[in-house]
């Protein structure tokens, strides 16, 4: 999945892309409102994460604007320790979630999933079609007659976008999109050798491919 995080403060910043990267998010960081807008005009994000003190245009503005071209993307706001007005005022404006400085990663990234779950219309922190089943928390994926086991971050990500959506096709371009963050060198035929990869440990029949439009998982029956 694929996280715009805005914040100014260049540690956090820093600790924080590098921890979701860890947790197979693709990430882009961005330091000041204004560029986040423009950012979300053009690209796809499956969350937000906005700390609410950065320069120029602040945290509240950002969300106030997002909502007000109803802008549907999910937005958790990271808030200073006693920001009990800006709690309130960001959940008013459309925030989804919170989470107040300082904070363990460990926490935001439930609060991520919890808010992802929402979105995704599911209560469920298991992904399944019937054939494969993915663990959204350990990160597990199993087969009905086998053990769970553990994939790369980016072999996660890969099939957790085609699990999301059990029978719709995803081009390369919606795959690259949800596996890389900027700056990161995506090479010509990245997504074909994840897919290859990840057929050969769950089987060659568990993803599809339709020749020159993209892949897909079957919809459970
Ligand atoms: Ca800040």
Known sequence: MRVLLVEDDMMIG?????????ASYAV?????GKAALEALAVEYYDLVLLDLGLPGLDGLSVLSALRAKNHQVPVLIITARDGTNDRIR???CGADD????????SELLARMRAVLRRN??????LLSNGLLT???????VSMSDQAG??????EYAL???????PGAILSRSDLETRIYGWGEEVESNAVEFLIHALRKKLGSHVIKNLRGVGWMVSKAN
């Open 159 to 165: 099939l957790e976008a085609l699990m999301l959506r």
């Open 90 to 92: 960001g959940l008013d």
């Open 28 to 32: 882009d960081w961005l330091t000041n």
């Open 98 to 105: 919170y989470i107040s400085k300082p904070f363990e990663l």
């Open 149 to 154: 086991f553990q994939l790369s971050n980016r």
């Open 14 to 22: 820093e600790a924080l892309q590098g921890g979701l990267r860890d």
């Open 134 to 140: 993915l663990d959204t928390v350990t990160h597990e």
């Open 120 to 125: 995704n219309g599911g209560a469920n922190t």
